[in-house]
């Protein structure tokens, strides 16, 4: 939660961003100066935001070992002044309520082999990129580098998925742990799309595969009224309760795309086709 000057409470993170980038649009900014990099940033936070926090709750409530682990955390962060007796209520609780939501969000067991592919090919993406490179669009962090910490973060500590990325790309671990204070990194953006790293078309290609045709897929069973969206993501069959928020996200992306400057969508057009992006994007 931001307390904004106007006195106003805000708490989605991705506007949060945006509006404090208006107030404050010559300090530090998170966002690449180039309009092209700067969508493809959004829609690769927008893709960890709101995809691969899937990861992070599957792995968290699908055992009882990192549902204690996480869950403990949780609750003893947020009432700190709580004996070890009345704690284990609260976490005993709070595990329940989690683990009956993870439907709502796609965290199935019918799911899990779709959800568990995505995590490790994450952590394949990054592995070899952050041995060469600091940040997805240069040498500061953006709004997507922030977006992939944001659930990284969380996994890098859960007993399960911490297992895995220690395994599976331990310097992608120790990336994690460095965006966790930038506060004296002053670097530069990259000039163009041809300087782009492979991570960054290899994160599109995921955005291509599972995020996006879940995004179309989520949006046409809410418009046709059917409450489950069923959709072949990867070869597998997935299907959750729609989503109503991330048909919002869905209309952004979409907005987002509509709206760049005609060269700035044209640079794109190559790039996002080859990842499969473009068919979701263009109405």
């Known amino acids: 939660v931001v307390q904004f000057p106007d006195g106003e409470y805000r708490t989605d993170s991705s506007p949060i961003i945006h509006d404090l980038e208006k107030l404050h649009p010559t300090t530090r900014s998170v966002i690449p100066a180039d309009p092209a990099q700067a969508f493809l940033s959004d829609l690769i936070e927008d893709m960890a935001d709101e995809w691969l926090t899937k ?34 209520p609260l976490v005993a609780a709070f595990i329940e309520r989690q683990v009956a939501r993870m439907p709502l969000v796609g965290c199935t067991p019918a799911n899990a082999p779709i959800i568990e592919l995505f995590y490790v ?21 953006s709004l997507a580098d922030f977006g992939l910490y944001g659930q990284l973060n969380t996994l890098a500590r859960d007993p ?82 729609v989503y109503r928020y991330q048909a919002k996200c869905y209309d952004y ?26 068919p979701y994007l263009t109405r």
């Open 253 to 278: 992306l979409l907005r987002r795309f509509d709206g760049l400057p005609d060269e700035a969508r044209e640079r794109l057009r190559p790039l996002l086709d080859k990842a499969n992006c473009l």
């Open 160 to 241: 399960t998925p911490m297992a895995i990325m220690r395994e599976r790309a331990p310097r992608t671990e120790h990336w994690v742990r460095r965006l966790d204070d930038l506060s004296g990194v002053n670097g530069k953006w990259l000039t163009g799309l041809n300087d782009l790293s492979p991570a960054v078309d290899e994160l599109l290609g995921l955005a291509g595969r599972f995020y996006l045709p879940f995004l179309n897929a989520n949006a046409q069973s809410i418009d046709v009224g059917d409450p489950a969206v069923k959709v072949v993501l990867d070869g597998h069959a997935y299907t959750q309760p």
């Open 55 to 88: 990861c992070l709750f599957h792995y968290r409530f699908s055992s009882s070992s990192d549902s204690r682990s996480g869950a403990s955390w949780v609750i003893d962060d947020t009432y700190p002044a709580t004996t070890t007796a009345e704690l284990t």
């Open 121 to 141: 090919t994450v952590l394949d993406i990054l592995e070899p990129f952050v041995a060469t490179d600091q940040f997805l669009f240069g040498t500061r962090p």
